[in-house]
């Protein structure tokens, strides 16, 4: 199994980025993909999530009306469309897939949000 993230970068506060995370070796419908983020000194936080298989997704409440997930079940990619970015945004972030628990994990993109 393989999760790579990539779209991340260097973008002033009040930007937009889009992850994307690229799945492969795993059925995708049968996952769900979620975004996770950890600031250096923080405690890893999970961002968002969507199941493939139907659509329904989760979103962090300091995210929530900012950043929107979704899915590409003929590309096996999820997508993190990050809009009004802000620099406590600031982070690792990670994707990650589940059945019943988050066993696969991305090496991550950096997103970095300047003031």
């Known amino acids: 199994v393989q999760l790579v993230e990539s779209g991340g970068g260097l973008v002033q506060a009040g930007g937009s980025l889009r992850l994307s995370c690229a799945a492969s070796?795993?059925?995708?419908?049968?996952?769900?993909i979620g975004w996770f983020r950890q600031a250096p000194g923080k405690e890893r936080e999970r961002v968002s999530y969507?199941?493939?298989?139907?659509?329904?997704?989760w979103y962090a409440d300091s995210v929530k009306g900012r950043f929107t997930i979704s899915s590409d079940n003929a590309k096996n990619t999820v997508y993190l469309q990050m809009n009004s970015l802000k620099p406590e945004d600031t982070a690792l972030y990670y994707c990650?897939?589940?059945?019943?628990?988050?066993?696969?994990w991305g090496q991550g993109t950096q997103v970095t949000v300047s003031s």
């Open positions: 969507i199941s493939s298989s139907d659509g329904r997704s």
């Open positions: 070796g795993l059925t995708f419908d049968d996952h769900v």
């Open positions: 990650a897939a589940a059945r019943t628990q988050w066993d696969y």
